[in-house]
């Protein structure tokens, strides 16, 4: 449209030339100013139309520009949200399978805790019934057996010279029912609540003097001494005493210690029993 404007101004300028070369005016009229105007102006509106054609021109790039540019936000957009909703889905995936799987443990636990509880109270009957039918046993073999066995005999001494107040090791055990007497220290260490009877053989070299005593927990039960005068002297002791468990009995030299005798047709022994009552 601007192009036609154009030609019309052209045209009439062309006429308004024309009417002035006709009336012979002279050329430095007072119609040159204007005729230099009204071209400057033709020339401006044809720069600023177009300006404008180049305005419009971005104008419409940058439409095309914003209009790519809000599709491709749109489409990212989109994609975020189909990831938040693949997501979503997920976690809601995750927490239904959590939640059967709590529950399936809740299931097992309450099953474990019902069977827990079944043998419990099956194990508490069944121990309850065997220490029930052990307690009988016990009775049964108590009033079958009677007072229980314990007796030991020990002999030769590990020792044959020693000093006073030295305890005597009989170091071998003939027998030792109920394991009260230890052939290393030489104790007795009583088993049962009860009462005993100890004795003991004991034979000096020649001319030698032998004290000893028979000491029932620390204390002194009976004692003597024995001298060989030109040859080898024997002699036997005993002692009975009521006895505690752990209570502890063994032979001892007191103030007179020496030589022992010892051959194979003669021990030096220290024999024991439980006495029944």
């Known amino acids: 449209m601007w192009f036609?404007?154009?030609?019309?101004?052209?045209?009439?300028?062309?006429?308004l030339m024309s009417k002035?070369?006709?009336?012979?005016?002279?050329?430095?009229?007072?119609?040159?100013?204007?005729?230099?105007?009204?071209?400057?102006?033709?020339?401006?509106?044809?720069?600023?139309?177009?300006?404008?054609?180049?305005?419009?021109?971005?104008?419409?790039?940058?439409?095309?520009?914003?209009?790519?540019?809000?599709?491709?936000?749109?489409k990212k957009e989109n994609q975020m949200l189909d990831r938040i909703r693949d997501a979503l889905e997920s976690a809601n995936a995750t927490m239904v399978n959590f939640y059967k799987r709590t529950s399936l443990l809740e299931d097992n636990l309450k099953n474990a805790v019902d069977d827990f509880d079944y043998d419990s109270k099956l194990l508490s009957s069944t121990l309850t019934q065997n220490v029930s039918e052990a307690i009988g046993y016990l009775h049964t073999l108590e009033e079958k057996a009677g007072?229980?066995?314990?007796?030991?005999?020990?002999?030769?001494?590990?020792?044959?010279?020693?000093?006073?107040?030295?305890?005597?090791?009989?170091?071998?055990?003939?027998?030792?029912?109920?394991?009260?007497?230890?052939?290393?220290?030489g104790v007795f260490t009583c088993p049962l609540n009860d009462m005993y009877f100890f004795t003991s053989h004991l034979c000096s070299a020649s001319s030698k003097y032998i004290g000893y005593n028979i000491v029932v927990d620390d204390a002194v039960h009976t004692n003597g001494i024995v001298y060989g005068t030109n040859v080898q002297h024997c002699t036997s002791f005993d002692a009975i005493a009521t006895l505690q468990v752990a209570s502890r009995v063994l032979v001892k030299t007191n103030g007179y210690g020496s030589n022992f005798y010892q051959d194979s047709y003669m021990f030096n022994t220290f024999p024991g029993v439980l006495l029944h009552r």
């Open 4 to 15: 036609q404007d154009n030609i019309l101004r052209l045209i009439f300028l062309s006429l």
């Open 20 to 74: 002035r070369v006709s009336s012979r005016e002279p050329y430095c009229s007072s119609f040159h100013y204007e005729e230099q105007l009204l071209s400057k102006m033709i020339r401006m509106e044809i720069a600023m139309e177009q300006q404008q054609q180049r305005v419009n021109d971005a104008l419409e790039k940058m439409s095309q520009t914003v209009e790519l540019f809000k599709l491709e936000a749109i």
């Open 147 to 185: 007072t229980p066995t314990i007796a030991f005999e020990a002999k030769v001494l590990k020792d044959l010279s020693v000093s006073s107040n030295t305890n005597l090791v009989f170091k071998e055990a003939s027998f030792n029912h109920g394991n009260g007497y230890d052939v290393i220290t």
